[in-house]
């Protein structure tokens, strides 16, 4: 199993089978659908100069698989667009985020954290929302222990600090980092990267494998990629059990560039939120349950990502909270600013879309 060790504070080493890799990890493209010429749009709006797009996916489990599991509602997507789709899938989110930063993609399937990213700094808006035919509008975040663990409790793992061996998701990884460390962590005045004997970051597939075969001692997770664990791994998922639940955290997100022609934007996001509805809804669904077990995509914008923006702030405050201040003044000081910077992002956020 792919698993590198890693150290924010210089206290752990860091395996070599990871190491820069998680961000260099080679960006997997398919082929481009049909032949590399321009396409008139069917709308009359001359968008000549696009000659095809290309879809950026969110890690879920190996790149392979992300592929495998989009292309066919991708096809379909290209023939109602009447423009080739090329799907670009990675190893993590820092790739991911690194092809958007590049304009390597033009829309993308991705987490709140990443999006936040994309919309501040990469010139893009979100334009739908994943939706689930049955269950609760988001997932949960948890923490995974080995059935037989002696862990039974939040507080039975912290009367064990320099002990555990834990394993989490990237630092972009809603579920995977930032909700865990906010309400479990930094909660208590605790960052997960210290508290531990040995810190490992890995997808949450092998994560679920590495708590299953007793490699750590708990590991981040969530409630969506669990299920399709269940039915990829079932005997290693007998094998777990939750610790810890969050509270809600709402759907990925689709973002696109904000710099494709208006018309192609909006026709875009049109056939993303009519997929799985109309004639062919039958077909449709099915081919949207071999992604993620989703529904479809409802209309969404920028609004979508304020809960993950407080979830930052959040964890910034706590974190300003826990940390060594040479004065009260300045704690206070640094506090005024993130909350000016929170306010200025939930104002940018709450703007209306670009045209």
């Known amino acids: 199993m792919l698993k590198g060790w890693i150290s924010s504070h210089g206290r752990y080493s860091i395996r070599a089978g990871l190491r820069v890799r998680l961000v260099l990890v080679g960006l997997l493209a398919c082929a481009m659908l049909g032949p590399q010429a321009s396409f008139a749009d069917p709308g009359g709006t001359a968008n000549t100069h696009i000659r095809a797009l290309t879809f950026g996916i969110l890690p879920m489990g190996g790149p392979s698989e992300s592929l495998e599991a989009w292309r066919p509602m991708l096809d379909d997507l290209s023939r109602t667009l009447r423009l080739p789709v090329r799907s670009l899938s990675v190893s993590t989110y820092e790739g991911l985020a690194q092809a958007m930063s590049d304009e390597r993609v033009d829309f993308a399937f991705v987490s709140g954290r990443l999006a936040l990213e994309a919309v501040t700094r990469n010139r893009m808006q979100v334009i739908a929302q994943l939706t689930r035919s049955t269950g609760p509008r988001g997932y949960y975040s948890v923490l995974l222990v080995e059935k037989d663990s002696p862990l039974h409790s939040l507080d039975d793992m912290f009367r064990q600090p320099g002990r555990l061996r834990y394993a989490r998701g990237e630092v972009l990884s809603v579920s995977g980092y930032l909700v865990p460390e906010t309400q479990v962590f930094a909660n208590r005045r605790l960052d997960s990267d210290t508290f531990f004997a040995s810190v490992s970051v890995d997808n949450h597939q092998n994560n679920a494998l590495a708590v299953a075969n007793k490699e750590v001692d708990v590991a981040t997770n969530n409630t969506a990629d669990l299920e399709r664990f269940a039915k990829r791994f079932p005997d290693q998922y007998e094998r777990l059990r939750v610790l810890w639940t969050s509270s809600l955290i709402p759907h990925a997100v689709i973002v696109i560039r904000t710099d494709l022609p208006s018309e192609l934007r909006r026709r875009i996001a ?24 989703i529904s479809g995509f409802s209309p969404a914008g920028n609004e979508t990502l304020v809960p993950f923006a407080d979830i930052e702030f959040n964890l910034d405050k ?3 909270y826990s940390a060594q201040w040479v004065s009260d003044a300045a704690m206070q000081t640094r506090l005024r600013k993130i909350a000016v910077e929170h306010e200025a992002l939930i104002h940018q956020l709450m703007q209306p879309p670009s045209p």
């Open 270 to 293: 049109a056939a993303l939120t009519a997929y799985g509805k109309g004639k062919n809804a039958t077909a449709e669904l099915a081919k949207l349950q071999l992604i993620h077990d």
């Open 318 to 320: 706590r974190r300003v």
